[in-house]
């Protein structure tokens, strides 16, 4: 099935480790964003990516990392987890002409602990 | 870069009452404003959006929002909820490639 694919689903961290978090689509979108969930904030955009080879800072960068090698992979790498980074993490992806009619497509979420 | 806010953090109403969910954002210039549903354990859906046209929109599930551009308000609203309503709704605010959300509704509907 078309959509957005991220693994793991469930994850525990010991701080300090590093980590990625896949992302994958096969709708040949070409805007990415990686977001993380926590209570009471809503989501909030880490960073997203316009392109392949184009990637840039939302609005929680600090201790993320990301790159858009290709169309369909928008990997995101924690590069020293600590448990203020324990969240939930979702991957979205848009094609611009197409997000009035059918918004974000939203992954089905990897939830994070970093102990 | 335009920002949102959900001033009801926690709405609980029980079945076939109104509901109303609130949704302000800044931003000056042109906005596509989206609800999204969340139900539990499951990742966001789209429920409604506006872009254009009749400022009151209708979305699945009898859900309809009313953009008040004056006001700069896209409210959430549904005449009657039911049990199976129960989920976190988010408002959300595009502007080319960037989407912000608000913080969240969570709407529980008791039976």
């Known amino acids: 099935n078309a959509g957005v694919t991220q693994t793991p689903k469930f994850q525990v961290l010991k701080t300090g480790q590093s980590m990625t978090l896949q992302c994958a689509q096969d709708?040949?979108?070409?805007?990415m964003s990686w977001y993380r969930q926590d209570p009471g904030m809503g989501l909030r955009l880490i960073h997203y990516?316009?392109?392949?080879?184009?990637?840039d800072q939302g609005e929680v960068p600090n201790g993320y990392n990301v790159s858009r090698s290709t169309t369909e992979d928008f990997p995101l790498r924690l590069l020293s987890a600590a448990p203020s980074q324990t969240s939930v993490y979702f991957c979205?992806?848009?094609?611009?002409?197409?997000?009035?009619?059918?918004?974000?497509?939203f992954g089905s979420g990897t939830r994070l602990t970093v102990v | 870069a335009q920002s949102v806010s959900q001033h009801n953090h926690h709405v609980i109403l029980s079945e076939a009452a109104s509901l109303e969910l609130g949704c302000n954002y800044s931003?000056?210039?042109?906005?596509?404003l989206f609800w999204y549903v969340q139900y539990p354990g499951q990742h966001l859906q789209l429920l409604l959006k506006?872009?254009?046209?009749?400022?009151l929109v209708k979305g699945i599930k009898g859900f309809e929002a009313e953009f008040i551009k004056s006001k700069f308000s896209f409210n959430l609203r549904k005449p009657s909820v039911q049990w199976s309503d129960t989920a976190e709704y988010f408002c959300?605010?595009?502007?080319?490639?960037?989407?912000?959300f608000g913080a969240g509704t969570r709407l529980t509907v008791k039976p």
């Open positions: 990516s316009v392109g392949a080879g184009i990637t």
């Open positions: 709708m040949n979108h070409e805007y």
């Open positions: 979205a992806s848009f094609t611009l002409p197409r997000v009035l009619d059918y918004g974000y497509t």
């Open positions: 959300a605010v595009n502007v080319q490639e960037d989407m912000r």
């Open positions: 931003y000056g210039g042109t906005v596509n």
């Open positions: 506006y872009f254009s046209g009749d400022p």
